[in-house]
């Protein structure tokens, strides 16, 4: 799977939109952009996933670049309970059993 | 629906012991798979098993085993406990043992394991 970089740590305001990057420069054309969070000692949680369109849900939306090299990850208004740990993730597409592989993501520090 | 159950949630044992871990997944997923995350790093991933078989496995020494019933629900057992063992211990399941996008993970909250 393609290593991905994110940034260690980000302030937002309460109330602004979060915006969250990710490189991931290598990344093949079967591989999928994923963003899990996790909030202190606990499980991550899944946000949303894409592979080259922009995807929207009840949480978050995901913007990929046209080339695929980045993507960045929205919070439209962001809350005090958005602080978390968010990581980003490629994977690869069709069958496999390898794991998700997390780096260290970004400490997303919502202030009020 | 009930997410992701895992026990113990704390436990506490000595260098050289053994434990097991347990996981019972979202109803309806048919695979399970394992992480242990150390403070301060992201989850690495240990095991998947995908219909009582091991599907996938990490970077693990052979003291890292584990099992999937045939109710899916799974075990993770740790032999010859080392300090460097205490971490949170995830597991995660998934309707398939599929790396298809629709195949999403779905974590518990992990069993906080602490070796002295």
């Known amino acids: 799977d393609a290593k991905t970089t994110q940034p260690p740590s980000m302030d937002c305001a309460e109330g602004r939109a979060a915006n969250l990057p990710c490189n991931h420069s290598?990344?093949?054309?079967?591989?999928?952009v994923y963003w899990y969070r996790q909030i202190h000692s606990q499980g991550p949680q899944y946000i949303i996933h894409g592979l080259k369109n922009n995807e929207t849900n009840e949480m978050a939306s995901l913007i990929i670049t046209e080339d695929r090299k980045s993507s960045t990850l929205i919070l439209p208004h962001a809350t005090l309970r958005d602080t978390a740990v968010y990581y980003c993730i490629v994977r690869v597409g069709g069958g496999g059993a390898d794991g998700l592989t997390f780096g260290k993501g970004t400490h997303l520090i919502i202030q009020p | 629906d009930a997410g992701v159950t895992q026990s113990p949630t704390h436990l506490i044992k000595t260098r050289g012991q053994q434990v097991t871990l347990r996981c019972s997944p979202i109803?309806?997923?048919?695979?399970v798979s394992w992480y242990q995350q150390v403070l301060g790093q992201g989850p690495q991933f240990i095991f998947q098993?995908?219909?009582?078989?091991?599907?996938g496995r990490g970077n693990f020494p052979d003291r890292f085993s584990a099992r999937q019933f045939p109710n899916y629900s799974s075990e993770l057992n740790v032999n010859a406990l080392l300090l460097g063992d205490s971490a949170l211990y995830l597991c995660?399941?998934?309707?398939?043992?599929?790396?298809?996008?629709?195949?999403?993970?779905?974590f518990g909250a992990g069993s906080r394991l602490t070796v002295l």
């Open positions: 290598t990344i093949s054309g079967n591989e999928y």
């Open positions: 995660a399941s998934s309707r398939t043992g599929s790396n298809s996008g629709a195949n999403v993970l779905t």
């Open positions: 098993y995908y219909e009582k078989e091991e599907r």
């Open positions: 109803s309806g997923h048919k695979s």
